[in-house]
């Protein structure tokens, strides 16, 4: 009863997300790199250890030559319990570059702020995903860059498959606001003892584009200390190009080896 009343509810929301998914002004296609730092967020398993885990970061840096210097603040706090996942990152950036008058002039001073939560609701197997970030540069071309996200989820079989729904919105200065469907999935099945298999992918949809992604694992444990991994990467991404009139269709394969070792 509790899996039925589940299905319909995401069911009603995906119906609800592709009723919203309407074009508001022309935009600039998203890139990978903001896609994936959507679907990160909420990838993480939840920790089932008897005590949260907690990470500050701090680091700063300045870079400096003879026609231009930078400088540049990174700031990441991170706690993960069994019941819930909170992450905020803050990063500042000014750069500057010399100019025809050979006087350094400043290029951007960029603060980008990222707040996502993912938590357990109440005492069943569902949980809700929040994502939202903020960059801003007014000496850019895009000024400003405001992202949102919010949806929900549920874990299945023991924590070893999570299934979820977003339903997002980005509004960009200089290039117009539309917004998203973000449906994913991740299952992490022991096959043998020593070999375990992992997948995780996700669909990005707008009215414009539709990007899928699948990222799959196969993990053998020679010892206590060191694992043989090989990741295979699917990607493919379909958009109109309006300037050429006709639909692109990219496609990205990716496979590698490598060995994990265990250092605790």
């Known amino acids: 009863m509790k899996h039925h009343i589940c299905r319909h509810f995401l069911a009603r929301i995906f119906i609800f997300s592709i009723l919203f998914l309407i074009p508001n002004k022309s935009f600039a296609i998203d890139s990978e790199s903001d896609r994936e730092k959507i679907v990160t967020a909420k990838s993480r398993k939840f920790y089932r250890g008897s005590r949260a885990i907690q990470s500050l970061l701090l680091s700063g840096n300045k870079d400096s030559d003879h026609n231009s210097k930078s400088?540049?603040?990174?700031?990441?706090?991170?706690?993960?319990?069994?019941?819930?996942?909170?992450?905020?990152?803050?990063?500042?950036?000014?750069?500057?570059?010399?100019?025809?008058?050979?006087e350094m002039e400043k290029k951007n001073e960029l603060y980008d702020l990222m707040v996502s939560n993912k938590f357990i609701l109440g005492e069943s197997r569902n949980y809700g995903v929040l994502y939202n970030r903020v960059d801003y540069d007014e000496l850019s071309s895009y000024y400003y860059d405001l992202r949102t996200a919010a949806g929900f989820g549920?874990?299945?079989?023991?924590?070893?498959?999570?299934?979820?729904?977003?339903?997002?919105?980005?509004?960009?200065?200089?290039?117009?606001?539309?917004?998203?469907?973000?449906?994913?999935?991740?299952?992490?099945?022991?096959?043998?003892?020593?070999?375990?298999?992992?997948?995780?992918?996700?669909?990005?949809?707008?009215?414009?584009?539709m990007d899928d992604e699948i990222r799959t694992t196969l993990k053998y444990r020679i010892n206590n200390r060191v694992s043989l991994a090989l990741n295979h990467i699917f990607e493919q991404r379909k958009y109109d190009d309006a300037s050429k009139n006709n639909q692109i269709n990219q496609t990205r394969r990716y496979f590698s080896v490598g060995l994990v070792f265990d250092l605790q």
């Open 71 to 102: 400088y540049q603040i990174d700031t990441r706090y991170y706690y993960q319990s069994d019941r819930q996942m909170h992450e905020v990152n803050f990063f500042q950036k000014t750069s500057y570059a010399s100019s025809s008058s050979k």
């Open 154 to 209: 549920r874990v299945f079989f023991e924590d070893k498959v999570e299934i979820d729904a977003s339903v997002g919105y980005m509004d960009i200065k200089n290039s117009g606001s539309k917004s998203f469907l973000l449906p994913s999935i991740r299952m992490n099945f022991p096959i043998t003892r020593n070999l375990s298999f992992t997948q995780r992918a996700y669909w990005f949809i707008d009215y414009e584009s």
